[in-house]
């Protein structure tokens, strides 16, 4: 069964710890993101790697930091840097850098405590 | 700042149409999306259009683009009680596949 992957559902953080986000795909998709979303907004893009051991920073990178060292696999660290890290992380694929259409995964909501 | 707006809130009568508006002001896209999010949930894609279309239709889904105006509408027929969620708008920006989003309409489907 075909799909993009994200664990945890939940996550709880304390001030100051760093945590990572996991995202897995068997779609063989080569582009992958990671979009944050907060009440009441539309996602923003955090990071993106258009193929694996590249990626490039997107609109609100500080405090974040990725790794593509697989294809299927792509990473979220969440930084005690990002001061503001309660909210809800999408990732997507692609299967291309040029093929427009993303499909997400189910998302983790991080709730920092 | 934003550059892909929709209005907030929808509420709509089961059986009846929905029509969610979306505009945006780069008209240099190729493609524009419409997702939904059901609560706690990822993005589902609902439909596309690409921006040399004015229509597309898929059963009960109604996509209009007005190039003109830059207006973007969803138009969901016979609305269900499933249908309530948050529908999002998305833009394709820059060649790395970037979306841009609206910040979510939420359906209310009552009886």
């Known amino acids: 069964d075909g799909g993009i992957t994200q664990s945890p559902k939940y996550l709880f953080r304390k001030e100051g710890q760093n945590v990572t986000l996991s995202c897995e795909q068997n779609?063989?998709?080569?582009?992958m993101y990671w979009y944050r979303q907060d009440p009441g907004q539309g996602l923003r893009l955090i990071y993106y790697?258009?193929?694996?051991?590249?990626?490039q920073k997107g609109d609100i990178a500080e405090g974040y930091s990725v790794s593509r060292e697989k294809k299927e696999s792509f990473p979220l660290t969440v930084t005690s840097a990002q001061k503001n890290p309660t909210a809800f992380y999408l990732c997507a694929s692609t299967l291309g850098p040029s093929t427009d259409t993303q499909y997400f995964g189910p998302g983790t909501r991080l709730t920092v405590l | 700042g934003e550059d892909v707006e929709q209005s907030l809130f929808l509420s709509v009568r089961e059986g009846d149409s929905s029509v969610i508006n979306c505009t945006y002001t780069d008209s240099s896209s190729t493609y524009l999306y419409w997702y939904k999010q059901e609560p706690g949930a990822g993005l589902q894609l609902l439909t596309y259009?690409?921006?040399?279309?004015d229509m597309k239709q898929d059963q009960r889904l109604t996509v209009l683009l007005n190039k003109k105006d830059k207006h973007l509408s969803l138009r969901i027929a016979d609305t269900q009680t499933g249908d309530s969620a948050i529908y999002f708008c998305?833009?394709?920006?820059?060649?790395?596949?970037?979306?841009?989003f609206g910040a979510g309409t939420r359906l209310a489907v009552h009886p």
């Open positions: 998305a833009r394709i920006s820059g060649g790395y596949n970037k979306l841009i």
């Open positions: 779609l063989n998709h080569d582009a």
């Open positions: 259009i690409f921006s040399n279309m």
């Open positions: 790697s258009q193929i694996v051991n590249d990626f």
